[in-house]
């Protein structure tokens, strides 16, 4: 007997049933008492405030974000590579007596990515107080546990035979390696290098929401006193810099790609590095920060084994963890869902460049502001959470899908479409069913920073161990904080774990390759 | 062949000479004794900017010192950017500035303003909630049941005080809708939230109450007061204890009698005062956030 086995196609719809009990509860707790503030966030988007002091500290928080993100993407990126390489086993099977260290490097990264870079700055300012590094250690830490982890992947999953064969020849270890690695690796670095860069200006936006200054400062006050025009004037110049961000790195890498030989990409790769850290460093020096003054850590007193106990006693742990994962169950299933769901139900060329500006909006803001909105019209309930953290990462799996379906074939869309189908099911057939094993691959691991970023959503939400953990740190209560975070990484651990089972399954499934 | 390779080179060159001029601009920081203020921020930032350029310039021109303001989002941040000692003088609620003088040997609190002495909170209630004006602490029984929501988790008259009054009527936080209260975020948002009707009751700082009737942001159709709690000591600049040494014998004296002195004749003071919403300040010790203290222990927020 043959086991029924579900069409990847089908799969990529099926999340968004997650809808159905979202609905349910946020209809159930719809009110129009809201109504005319909701109206008042839509009509300032069309009226930003042109206050110059307005203007002046919106675009001052931008530099600051944007220098940041620089300094600490160039950082990530590095430390990334090289703790990538050092956990292949490609790079262990030329030295093979010390391979246990490669594994070790490996494991060992998960701890760092598993901490959401807001906690990770929650935390060290905790420790080290306002210095601009809190910032971007904060970036750098998960950042390049996280690039590691792609570039070892990538690496270890191409053919080492050519390796073999030049050791065989007896040239140098390290040597050989380059000979055969670098032509890999610099291609990596460059697709995956500036999607980094997006996400660490996303990341660097959402570590100034709570507090570390930057564009996303300016956007949580604004938020907080309900100045709808300010916040605008923000949203607008975020978006616009995102949009020509995107444009110039793209043709930039474009550029490179037709002009530039393999030789020359990798002296052009260390420069694009060492002026991007020096244009941040220089940047946020102009801007007045005091770079050069060392890091200083206070001492905490740390807590003792019986404090810790204490914490385990008035924890309701079991609860925040069931919330948490809910509201990551939710929010996956939305973000995941509604992009396929979309594309077929609205099919068409015209309709998917509109979609495309859609995804945009909705990775521009960021989530405990769309979790304000969303509370002015419904009641509290975990399915604001849910709604809001899905309709950021719906954003970034929209972009996904749009864009792969914009640069792919139309032979089994057109050949269907000739048979007579609809529309839609030809949609459904010929676009998004070569599409579907890897988007699945990649919303796979979706779920994983879906499942970290609870963490900051709960604390407006007033739900999970993400609120659970502002309420300890503003106690100061750092047994608690300690068995959150703890909470928290085995959590996320747990969750990579799994995820990456079914992606592994999904990308070996898969009819196009791509880096996530 | 040719052109292209020297095009790489010529890329390659003013690459390089850029990154070099680069490292030029970073030169040595002067190292200069500046005093560094700081506020926890609970209004937008066009306001705070204002406030907070002309509030340096005023203490700079008096005190003779060069003063910067840094802007802190984080209410546990301000904490602790006041107890690692980046911040001299720091705006803090009545919560935030007894958990920073705890975590900070010698600080002390020096000025508050006239309204600090006597602070309110009050509860508000949505129009369409059941709920009904009280008159006795003990009928805040009545909000047994009904969704309500404080505003952030470190605020004094948005969380602490409200906290506590309703544990003197022996509701506990397991008691609302959905055994939790809700957490808005900040005043505003609390008004705004229980106003829609998403919430049926919160409590929100009374100033902030009313700075919102002023501007006609209340609906009274959808949102009243129904109780307003008895008076604490709130807002206040704590300094730290080594500004003598830092600056020189009797600084913070100076400093507190700056504070002191502001009014309304001179026009930067009197911006000053507007923007702050104080008509002056008055002087301040440490033993007036006693019972802040003790209800912060009470409530767990203080260990």
Redesign the interface.
């Known amino acids: 007997m043959k086991l029924i086995k579900p069409v990847s196609t089908s799969l990529t719809l099926i999340p968004s049933i997650a809808y159905i009990p979202i609905l349910i509860e946020i209809i159930k707790g719809f009110h129009i008492g809201g109504l005319n503030i909701i109206f008042q966030f839509i009509s300032s988007a069309i009226k930003p405030s042109f206050n110059q002091e307005v203007v002046k500290s919106a675009w001052e928080g931008l530099q600051i974000t944007i220098a940041t993100a620089l300094i600490s993407w160039v950082i990530s990126m590095l430390i990334g590579i090289v703790l990538g390489v050092l956990s292949t086993d490609l790079f262990w099977k030329s030295i093979p007596k010390f391979s246990c260290l490669g594994k070790f490097i490996k494991y060992s990264l998960a701890i760092p990515r598993s901490i959401h870079e807001v906690v990770w700055g929650l935390l060290f300012i905790q420790i080290s107080g306002l210095n601009v590094w809190v910032a971007i250690i904060s970036i750098v830490i998960p950042y390049s546990a996280l690039t590691a982890r792609v570039i070892s992947e990538q690496l270890d999953s191409f053919d080492i035979q050519p390796l073999i064969a030049i050791k065989q020849t007896g040239s140098n270890i390290i040597s050989s390696f380059i000979t055969i690695l670098l032509p890999k690796l610099i291609p990596i670095v460059f697709t995956y290098g500036s999607y980094r860069f997006e996400c660490a200006i996303r990341g660097v936006t959402l570590l100034g929401i709570f507090g570390l200054g930057g564009i996303g400062t300016e956007l949580y006050l604004t938020l907080k006193s309900f100045e709808f025009n300010e916040m605008w004037t923000c949203l607008w110049m975020l978006w616009l810099v995102m949009i020509l961000l995107e444009k110039f790195i793209r043709s930039f890498r474009s550029y490179l790609s037709e002009n530039i030989s393999l030789k020359n990409s990798f002296s052009i790769s260390i420069s694009i590095f060492t002026l991007s850290l020096s244009l941040g460093i220089s940047w946020l020096y102009n801007l007045n920060f005091e770079l050069f003054t060392p890091l200083s850590f206070s001492y905490l007193n740390l807590p003792s084994f019986l404090e810790i106990r204490n914490g385990f006693n008035t924890l309701p742990l079991f609860k925040l963890i069931i919330a948490t994962i809910l509201i990551t169950f939710f929010a996956s299933g939305i973000a995941i869902g509604t992009p396929p769901l979309l594309l077929v139900l609205f099919p068409g060329k015209f309709s998917l460049k509109v979609q495309n500006l859609i995804w945009i909006f909705f990775r521009l803001i960021p989530p405990p502001l769309t979790t304000i909105l969303i509370l002015l019209f419904t009641n509290p309930n975990i399915s604001v959470a849910a709604l809001s953290l899905g309709i950021t990462h719906m954003g970034v799996m929209g972009r996904l899908l749009t864009d792969n379906i914009l640069n792919q074939e139309k032979s089994i869309y057109r050949a269907i479409k000739s048979n007579g189908s609809s529309k839609q099911s030809a949609t459904l057939y010929g676009i998004l069913a070569p599409q579907s094993n890897s988007y699945l691959a990649y919303g796979a691991y979706r779920i994983d920073v879906i499942l970290k970023e609870t963490a900051i959503i709960g604390a407006v939400g007033g739900v999970g161990l993400g609120w659970q953990l502002q309420e300890s740190l503003s106690s100061f209560d750092w047994a608690q904080v300690m068995i959150i975070t703890a909470a928290f990484s085995l959590l996320t651990i747990t969750g990579e774990f799994l995820f990456n089972t079914s992606q592994n399954y999904w990308l070996n499934n898969s009819t196009n390759n791509f880096i996530s | 062949m040719y052109q292209?390779s020297r095009?790489?080179r010529l890329?390659?060159l003013a690459?390089?000479v850029?990154?070099i001029s680069?490292?030029f601009?970073?030169g040595?920081?002067k190292a200069e004794d500046i005093l560094y203020i700081g506020a926890i921020?609970?209004?937008?930032?066009?306001?705070?900017?204002?406030l907070y350029g002309v509030l340096s310039s005023e203490l700079s021109e008096q005190l003779n010192v060069q003063v910067r303001y840094?802007?802190?989002?984080?209410?546990?941040?301000a904490?602790?950017?006041f107890?690692?000692?980046?911040?001299d003088l720091v705006w803090f609620g009545a919560l935030t500035g007894v958990?920073a003088r705890l975590?900070t040997k010698g600080s002390k609190v020096i000025a508050q303003r006239d309204i600090d002495e006597k602070f309110h909170s009050v509860f508000i209630a949505?129009k369409?909630s059941s709920i009904q004006k009280i008159n006795n602490i003990n009928d805040l029984t009545t909000l047994k049941g009904k969704?309500f929501?404080f505003g952030s988790?470190?605020s004094t008259s948005g969380r602490l005080m409200p906290q506590y009054f309703l544990s003197n009527a022996s509701l506990q936080l397991q008691d609302f809708k959905?055994s939790?209260?809700?957490?808005?975020?900040?005043h505003?948002?609390t008004l705004?939230?229980v106003?829609?009707?998403?919430?049926e009751a919160g409590a929100l700082s009374e100033k902030v109450w009313k700075r919102n009737l002023e501007r006609g942001?209340v609906d009274p159709s959808?949102v009243f007061v129904i109780w307003k709690t008895p008076s604490y000591h709130n807002y206040h600049w704590l300094a730290q204890g080594n500004l003598d040494k830092k600056f020189k014998e009797g600084f913070t004296k100076d400093l507190t009698n700056v504070f002191l002195s502001f009014n309304e004749k001179s026009k930067k003071q009197k911006q000053i005062l507007e923007l702050f919403s104080a008509k002056k300040f008055i002087i301040s010790k440490n033993e007036n956030y006693n019972q802040i203290e003790k209800v912060g222990r009470e409530i767990?927020?203080?260990?």
């Open positions: 292209s095009g790489t890329i390659k690459i390089s850029l990154s680069n490292l601009f970073i040595s920081l921020p609970d209004q937008n930032p066009e306001h705070l900017n204002r840094k802007p802190v989002t984080n209410y546990a941040a904490v602790t950017a107890r690692t000692g980046d911040l958990q975590q949505n369409k969704r929501t988790e470190s959905g939790r209260p809700g957490f808005s975020g900040s505003d948002a705004m939230l106003q829609s009707g998403s919430y942001r959808k767990g927020k203080i260990k």
